[in-house]
């Protein structure tokens, strides 16, 4: 069986050319990976997404977990199935919005208690029940349960998250060997099954940061994840603890920085070396008529775009720029038409997906030049 991640090229800056072969879709990387929370990305039908080239979306566990429930989704055929998404799915652990979304959570070193957002009803997640939903929704990959380290947290807090955070990637870990080949879907050609990723916390503590790095890495998962950045830091110590983990680790597993950032941003870190990035900002901003273009961004709903014939972005060739105007794209928000949300987004979304287009088209040239191609599997 070929190995899942094959690095195809590297530039001497350190930016990688993959290509991450998942049971239900073959990933090229640097990849953005737009999230659909609820089994959808919010108000963009799956054949746009397709259209658009994502190959690989998000799913959050919380949220599915608590509606319309994971066993649920088992006895459909898995999430894909569910939602009709034949591309590559990633599962995130819960753990994030576990504690985002519950200010009256317990935890303890056994997993977290908290109550349902939807209803008040009391929950109970440890890794291993995090690890049990996320094989029943099916993704091609799951994360391992974390803390979500706050910010600013002070060294003592920061230190006692990191230790909840690697027993918790233990147990996940183990638990997940175990139990793999329970996903109700087979790979049958290539005998694939899920992937666990580490997740790397830390805080901004950068001796905390690789020290959890290594101790992931000895654990030997399938891909690692840097976690709890963009929570109110500067961009400076974002990207200073992204530089600090990426050196230490392997070169043949998938590195995936989760929830970065703006479009100037994940160019920056895909040219550094990390291979997977989410983030909730084209679409959220998209929603409340943030436009993100070639010329900077752009608020929909100002005014000065009233009788603006120019597409959104000039520069874009996606669906919504080659057919509508400023002007239109301003009156569907200020008469509060649920097409707004829908064109909007996919914009943003394609321009995100085609600065990734852009900067593997530009590895791919950049490397012949600097360093010569790697042969795969090197
Ligand atoms: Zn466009």
Known sequence: MTPPFQLIAETAGGGRLGRLALPHQTVETPVFMPVGT???VKAVAHDVLESLGAEIILGNTYHLYLRPG?????RMGGLHKFMSWPRALLSDSG???VFSLNALRKVTDDGVRFRSH??????FFTPEHSVDVQIALGADICMA?????EYPADRTRAQESLRLTMAWARRSLEHFCAHRDEVIWRDEREGRTQSLFGIVQGGMYRDLRRACAERLVEMDFDGYAIGGLSVGETRELTLKMIAEVLPLLPKDKPRYVMGVGYPDEIEQYARMGVDMMDCVLPTRAARHGLLFTSEGRLNIKNKQYAEDQNPPDPACDCPVCRRYSRAYLRHLMQAGEP?????NTIHNLAYYLAIMHRVRRSLEAGSSADVGRLTPNT
């Open 38 to 40: 609820q089994g959808t």
């Open 70 to 74: 994971h066993e649920s989704i088992r």
């Open 95 to 97: 753990g994030f919005q």
């Open 118 to 123: 939807l209803d008040g009803s009391s929950h």
């Open 145 to 149: 349960f974390d803390e979500c380290t």
């Open 339 to 343: 097409l707004s949300g829908t064109l």
